[in-house]
């Protein structure tokens, strides 16, 4: 489903950026996982562009020395316990806190779920799922004791409506939905908020770097799967950039009371998560299998 980034949902420009950096009484210590490229990279380039204290985490990174300029690449592999400890600890002890969490590593599996193994599920989930779980686990301990904080979770439309041949992807993104809802009512004695991030399809390196199930590859749905794939990644490559996310992850730190969610992307793709709920789940069904074009 076409779903290029865009506008938030209840309509209304993003402000300007003097317009934020008005907002910002003194800039924040800001941690972006996946930051290497896509999401991740346009909002740590766009947040440090307001003097916020940028670290943004990649598994090839290397810890940086004193005269490093901001934003801040640190080296993470969020699917590793140790890994995700020694990077929020460095941030801790250069910044002695961290205001905003942005959870946004992960990356796509393609397949039927026919034909991904519990191996591949698995790996999907520990970086997109559980990779997210490590490292608010992490950060939440000073978040707490400062009584201060805000955790962003980017999920996807595809964490509101299941995608053909991205089940996995779909599941550890409807995952993240959960989560984040949950994780709302656990943390506001603490004054921390949660907000989820939806955004649609946008054009970025994620589409070249899906990985496609094995078994997939040779199977009786790999014709189907290559016709409905080709229409994802068609609507992907006309995406909006990322920048637009920035833009509005940059909307969401400078607000003093953010939304539990902000749906990204042009009218059409938030009517459709507003048909879902409308229409009998037969009809919606049907009109999600027609626009991937499966008989």
């Known amino acids: 489903m076409k779903t290029a980034v865009g506008a938030e949902p209840t309509g209304g420009s993003n402000p300007s950026p003097s317009a934020i950096k008005n907002k910002m009484k003194k800039p924040k210590v800001i941690l972006i996982t996946g930051a290497s490229s896509g999401i991740g990279r346009a909002c740590a380039l766009y947040l440090s562009s307001f003097g916020h204290h940028v ?15 901001f934003p801040v690449m640190i080296p993470m ?3 590793s316990e140790e890994s995700v400890s020694k990077a929020v600890r460095f941030i801790l002890e250069k910044e002695g806190r961290i205001d905003v ?29 559980f990779g997210a779980h490590r490292v608010i686990k992490h950060v939440l301990p000073s978040m707490r004791e400062r009584k201060s904080g805000m955790i962003i979770n980017i999920s996807s439309i ?3 409506i299941g995608l053909p041949f991205q089940p996995f992807y779909s599941a550890s993104k409807f995952a993240l939905e959960g989560l984040s809802e949950a994780l709302m ?26 990985t496609i199930a094995k078994l997939g590859l040779h199977s009786p749905y790999t014709e189907q799967m290559k016709i409905t794939l080709a229409v994802a990644e068609r609507d992907e490559r006309q995406g909006a950039p990322p920048e637009e996310v920035a833009r509005t992850i940059a909307r969401i ?43």
Not at 199 to 210: S, V
């Open 55 to 69: 670290y943004g985490t990649s598994r090839r990174a290397e810890f940086p020395g004193e005269t490093a300029s």
């Open 77 to 79: 592999d969020v699917t």
């Open 101 to 129: 969490l942005i959870n946004n590593a992960g990356y796509g599996l393609a397949g039927a779920v026919e034909d991904t193994t519990y191996e591949e599920a698995l790996q999907q989930f520990e970086t997109n799922f």
């Open 158 to 160: 595809a964490g509101l």
């Open 185 to 210: 009512h656990e943390v506001k004695p603490f004054n921390i908020k949660v907000v989820l991030v939806e955004p649609g399809d946008l054009k970025t390196e994620f589409t070249d770097r899906r």
């Open 253 to 295: 730190i400078s607000s003093t009371n953010p939304k539990p969610r902000y749906r990204t992307g042009p009218f059409y793709e938030k009517l459709a998560v507003f048909l879902k709920r409308l229409l009998p789940e037969r009809v919606f069904l049907w009109a999600i299998r027609k626009y991937y074009r499966i008989p």
